[in-house]
């Protein structure tokens, strides 16, 4: 009877082949078809099973079934035990399902190999059961694993090395979840690889595990792109925090997303705080004198024009309040884009270039002011130093009378002494201008001795005048070290600018105190001077009103005297007063014999 089946099953199917290949309408019509049309197939299986009954009763004897070689016959009620009609046709399904397994297999295999990527898959007892090309180049290997126990790879993260468990397709099937984990893996021939192994289980359609699946993405070049990368950007993260310039980079908004770290001294920000809104940074342009608009930046136009500005000089005020001028230079970064992806700023402080330029203009002005003064101012006195010189020579030879030629002898000592004094402001602007402390005679001194000097020298002037000379010192000063001849010729100026300056009535104070050094100043009483005045009274040739006499030069001459001596020196407002002129010189310690200003400057 197995034959007998097994011959009805092919017969079956390949009719049910050709039947479904060729779609004869002839074949279909000799096929019995039943009301309702069922399909060629069912029709063919009914049409079999009507046959083999047919056959089956030819040889059956009155109440059975004869089989031949003597085995057992069937009864009827067997036929309803192994149902006939139904039995080839489910044998033609698996049959078909048999032949077509293969050609969906290669194809499936095919399909895995072309993947890039390398394809693992395991059942659900965790043994691998396929794996394409990819996965075999990456792990360097022809071989079919059996076990991944055959593998070893590395933990990128931690460094353990994986156990058979802790692959990606043992916690998928054991797990029964995704996992993603990066490896160093160690391939049967020697060398080692990068590898990015994802894993997640399969199920049927009942929601059944059935295996599981693994995908390996080579990802080792990738890797040390990454690892050179971060190694490049590193070393230039260090180049930009050891540049002595700011640089400050802007996304595609205009924002600014890093500063190195002379960008934020630069600006007066703090090391690690953030970034404020470029709108918020305040400069103005030292050329034209106007402010710097949001709009106006040079980063601004670098990134919405693509303009790369160099060497802007600006005026700005950082965040801290301090003041700086800067080269402000910027250019547009561009990837791949046509248009700029970002912005680059660099700002190098030039504040002290600047301003020794500006010192050098004012130097050349000063000279030329001088040269122009001396040519003028000097012209005049020295005519009429001939002059009365010429008159003195014709009262001798006329018989003029004595005491006539004692007048004019002493009119011309006058004038000699008031231009020997004029050499001497001019001598003096030389060396506290150059701060040259070789020049200085520098000796111990007491500052209440000092200011009682001034104060001898000027009380008659005072007096002669109507005008009040008030003297306050504080006690215990400290001594300081000073050169005596020049000192003096500090107190003469300010106090001489003091008394043109002051109306008959008035008071001019002078002062000391003393904390970290001692503090001498001079004030008087009268209409204040405005910021704009005490800003530029030390300047050579600066007069308040032009109607005083004089060439300008003795407050620049006091400042050059202080300024060689260490010290500094500047006007400030005072309640009641027109102006206080403090100077402060460095103080000593009297139990230690003070040092030679000459020898610390040879040192």
């Excluded at 489910?90 to 190999?113: F, H, N, W, Y």
């Excluded at 990068?194 to 997640?200: F, K, P, S, V």
């Excluded at 002898?409 to 402390?437: F, H, M, N, P, Y």
């Excluded at 001019?508 to 904390?515: I, K, M, P, S």
Aim: charged fraction near 25%.
């Amino acid at each position: 009877m197995a034959g007998y089946y097994a011959a009805c099953a092919s017969r079956a199917d390949q009719s049910a082949s050709r039947a479904d290949r060729r779609r004869s309408h002839a074949r279909q019509a000799a096929l019995p078809r039943p009301a309702g049309g069922r399909r060629t197939s069912e029709g063919f299986h009914a049409c079999l099973s009507a046959s083999a009954r047919a056959r089956r009763l030819a040889c059956r004897p009155s109440g059975g079934v004869s089989t031949p070689r003597g085995r057992p016959a069937f009864r009827r009620n067997a036929a309803r035990t192994f149902p006939w009609p139904q039995l080839p046709g489910d044998v033609s399904k698996m049959t078909s399902a048999s032949a077509r397994s293969g050609p969906v297999e290669r194809l499936l295999q095919e399909m895995i190999d072309l993947m890039p990527v390398g394809v693992w898959v395991a059942d659900r007892t965790g043994r691998l059961v396929r794996m394409n090309r990819a996965a075999r180049r990456i792990w360097r290997t022809e071989a079919h694993p059996d076990e991944l126990a055959s593998l070893r790879a590395w933990r990128v993260d931690s460094g353990g090395e994986l156990a058979p468990g802790d692959w990606g397709l043992q916690r998928a099937i054991r797990e029964r979840k995704t996992s993603e984990q990066l490896l160093r893996a160690r391939c049967p021939d020697g060398s080692e690889r990068t590898i990015l192994n994802t894993a997640a289980p399969l199920n049927d359609a009942q929601g059944r595990l059935t295996g599981a699946v693994a995908v390996d993405e080579d990802v080792t070049e990738l890797i040390a792109a990454r690892a050179l990368s971060e190694k490049r950007g590193q070393l230039l993260q260090t180049v930009l925090d050891l540049l002595p310039v700011g640089v400050l980079r802007f996304d595609p908004t205009g924002q600014i997303v890093e500063a190195n770290p002379a960008a934020r001294r630069l600006w007066g920000l703090e090391d690690q705080g953030p970034l404020p809104d470029l709108a918020d940074f305040r400069a103005r342009d030292v050329a034209t004198g106007e402010r710097i608009v949001p709009g106006g930046w040079a980063s601004t136009l670098a990134l919405h024009r693509g303009e790369t500005i160099r060497d802007e000089l600006l005026e700005i005020c950082g965040f801290n309040g301090s003041s700086r001028t800067i080269f402000n230079s910027a250019a547009p970064l561009y990837l791949h884009e046509p248009r700029p992806v970002g912005a680059v700023a660099v700002n190098q402080d030039v504040s002290s270039l600047y301003r020794t330029q500006q010192q050098l203009r004012t130097a050349v002005r000063d000279r030329e002011q001088l040269l122009a003064f001396v040519a003028h101012d000097l012209r005049n006195p020295l005519a009429g130093l001939m002059l009365l010189a010429g008159s003195i020579e014709r009262a001798a030879q006329g018989g003029m009378d004595p005491a006539d030629i004692r007048a004019l002898t002493g009119k011309l000592q006058e004038r000699v002494q008031g231009l020997a004094g004029l050499v001497d402001d001019l001598l003096a602007i030389s060396a506290g201008g150059l701060a040259d402390v070789s020049m200085l005679n520098l000796q111990q001194a007491r500052p209440e001795q000092l200011v009682s000097d001034a104060t001898e020298q000027v009380q008659d002037l005072f007096d002669a005048r109507g005008i009040d000379l008030v003297v306050q010192v504080a006690h215990g000063l400290p001594a300081v070290m000073v050169d005596r001849q020049r000192l003096q010729r500090v107190w003469s100026n300010l106090l001489d600018n003091a008394l043109k300056h002051t109306e008959p009535g008035g008071r001019v104070t002078l002062g000391a105190t003393g904390h970290a050094a001692v503090a001498f100043c001079v004030s008087n009483s009268g209409p204040a001077l405005s910021a704009g005045q005490m800003g530029a009274m030390f300047r050579p040739f600066w007069q308040a009103r032009r109607d005083k006499q004089g060439a300008g030069l003795g407050l620049s001459i006091a400042r050059a005297i202080v300024e060689a001596h260490g010290g500094s020196i500047w006007a400030e407002a005072a309640e009641g007063e027109r102006v206080c002129v403090k100077f402060e010189l460095p103080r000593i310690e009297l139990t230690r014999s003070p040092p030679s200003r000459r020898s610390r400057h040879a040192a």
